[in-house]
């Protein structure tokens, strides 16, 4: 893949092992720096995400993309998925789920907390120095697991981003503490306003799972577009005929749009 390269970072609180995959476009970077996608499951999407924006911000001026630097967040695996996701995407051990479907048991949860420290105090500052980035055009990207950590992360550290994608979020995973930080957050913007934008999709055929995660997420959108006068922006989308694993392109091509505009 042109112009990438990983390398593995081991968290100094956990010493836990990322595989860290970095894109950048062509050319001198702008004055400000590039902007930055931070991608989560960097195993499975990295390639599709980093060949979409490299086609598309060819041309700005049609597309609405720019050139931009992705950093995929991965692990050491040839695997798309590995199970220390469980940990590192999920702020509280599930209350619910305790099995997989073939009963087997799940791997630990309620790592979120460790992973934001890291990606905030150790990955950021490494990245600031060998690659010129903009500090105010920051995003995250993250599906399923990955958009609960960026629900997590929207609610309880705001001002670690500039813009939220979660796709497919598994609110019902942490749903009440979820509700919880969401009245926090809330009661913060009052005294603390922000300058976040929100994107939370699905695909068309999530709509009937039994979780409901998608009747979740467009509740949470309507409620957090109350607070669009404390400087947030909450949007949601249904892409057609889509699935869990198949709204991921659509999704991805959406996301650089929303957060690479010109």
């Given at each position: 893949m042109p112009r990438a390269e990983q390398w593995v970072m081991r968290s100094n609180a956990e010493n836990r092992a990322y595989q860290i995959k970095v894109a950048q476009p062509p050319g001198d970077p702008p004055p400000g720096g590039y902007p930055v996608v931070y991608l989560l499951d960097a195993n499975s999407v990295f390639g599709t995400m980093v060949e979409a924006l490299r086609l598309q911000s060819?041309?700005?001026?049609?597309?609405?993309?720019?050139?931009?630097?992705?950093?995929?967040?991965?692990?050491?695996?040839?695997?798309?998925?590995?199970?220390?996701?469980?940990?590192?995407?999920?702020?509280?051990?599930?209350?619910?789920?305790?099995?997989?479907?073939?009963?087997?048991?799940?791997p630990e949860q309620g790592g979120a907390g460790h992973f934001?420290?890291?990606?905030?105090?150790?990955?950021?500052?490494?990245?600031?120095?060998?690659?010129?980035?903009?500090?105010?055009?920051?995003?995250?990207?993250?599906?399923?697991?990955?958009?609960?950590?960026?629900?997590?992360?929207?609610?309880t550290k705001p001002g670690a981003f500039q813009y939220y994608i979660?796709?497919?979020?598994?609110?019902?995973?942490?749903?009440?503490?979820?509700?919880?930080?969401?009245?926090?957050?809330?009661?913060?913007?009052?005294?603390?306003?922000v300058g976040v934008r929100l994107l939370l999709a699905f695909g068309e055929l999530e709509k009937s799972h039994i979780s409901r995660n998608c009747d979740s997420a467009q509740e949470l959108a309507e409620r957090l577009s109350g607070l669009s006068g404390h400087g947030v922006k909450a949007e949601f989308k249904v892409f057609e005929d889509e699935n869990h694993v198949s709204v991921l392109p659509v999704l991805i091509s959406r996301a650089l749009r929303f957060a690479l505009s010109p």
């Amino acid at each position: 893949m042109p112009r990438a390269e990983q390398w593995v970072m081991r968290s100094n609180a956990e010493n836990r092992a990322y595989q860290i995959k970095v894109a950048q476009p062509p050319g001198d970077p702008p004055p400000g720096g590039y902007p930055v996608v931070y991608l989560l499951d960097a195993n499975s999407v990295f390639g599709t995400m980093v060949e979409a924006l490299r086609l598309q911000s060819r041309r700005p001026d049609k597309t609405g993309v720019v050139p931009a630097i992705v950093v995929g967040i991965g692990y050491e695996t040839e695997e798309p998925f590995a199970p220390e996701r469980f940990y590192d995407l999920t702020p509280k051990p599930t209350t619910e789920y305790l099995r997989r479907p073939d009963g087997t048991a799940l791997p630990e949860q309620g790592g979120a907390g460790h992973f934001l420290q890291f990606i905030e105090e150790e990955l950021k500052p490494h990245l600031e120095r060998e690659f010129k980035i903009d500090r105010k055009r920051q995003a995250i990207f993250g599906h399923s697991l990955g958009g609960l950590f960026v629900l997590y992360a929207f609610l309880t550290k705001p001002g670690a981003f500039q813009y939220y994608i979660a796709g497919s979020p598994s609110i019902h995973w942490n749903k009440q503490y979820l509700f919880a930080e969401e009245r926090e957050f809330a009661a913060r913007l009052a005294e603390d306003p922000v300058g976040v934008r929100l994107l939370l999709a699905f695909g068309e055929l999530e709509k009937s799972h039994i979780s409901r995660n998608c009747d979740s997420a467009q509740e949470l959108a309507e409620r957090l577009s109350g607070l669009s006068g404390h400087g947030v922006k909450a949007e949601f989308k249904v892409f057609e005929d889509e699935n869990h694993v198949s709204v991921l392109p659509v999704l991805i091509s959406r996301a650089l749009r929303f957060a690479l505009s010109p």
